[in-house]
């Protein structure tokens, strides 16, 4: 009874490394596939787009104005709070122009201050932020590049309020 056992141990191992070679690479396998070529990446000035023309569509983020908020930056309230870089971690729900989504915000350094991203929202410019910073008690939000979204100020506690590049109102809140 006991050579029975065993044998049957033997056999089990054969079957099961024999098993164990066929996954690990045998000749059932397709052959690598080759390398995608690629081709270099021309340089050069883009001509603007004009929305007038075919295929020519209007922009709806800072790139479609991206002076406005640098040249004329959002006037702070008279009752504008004090803010602290940790008062703005976490989640946020975004409000603009009819859009609703959410932003998150870190204190991850980035270029042009800590990293900040959204979810869901419809906006190209909303969808496009990546950075926030404060100057001063405003909250900046800015989009890859740098140019700003949108500039808010705290109007009360879990609540920031301004506008956008495009000039329409924003609000931040939980």
Do not use: E
């Amino acid at each position: 009874m006991m050579r029975a056992g065993k044998f049957i141990l033997v056999v089990g191992l054969v079957v099961l490394a024999a098993g164990c070679q066929r996954l690990s690479g045998g000749r059932n396998y397709a052959a690598p596939l080759p390398a995608t070529p690629t081709t270099p990446v021309g340089s050069g000035t883009l001509a603007p787009l004009d929305p007038g023309a075919p295929g020519g569509t209007a922009l709806d983020g800072p790139a479609a104005q991206p002076a406005d908020l640098a040249n004329n930056p959002v006037t702070a309230p008279t009752d504008a709070k004090d803010v602290g870089r940790t008062d703005l971690l976490g989640g946020w729900k975004v409000s603009s122009g009819g859009d609703n989504c959410m932003a998150f915000m870190t204190l991850t350094t980035w270029s042009g201050g800590y990293r900040a991203n959204t979810r869901g929202c419809a906006s190209q410019a909303l969808s496009g932020i990546a950075a926030w910073d404060l100057n001063g008690n405003q909250v900046v939000l800015k989009d890859g590049s740098g140019l700003i979204v949108a500039q808010l100020y705290s109007s009360a506690s879990g609540q920031f309020n301004g506008q956008t590049s495009a000039g329409a109102p924003i609000s931040l809140y939980r």
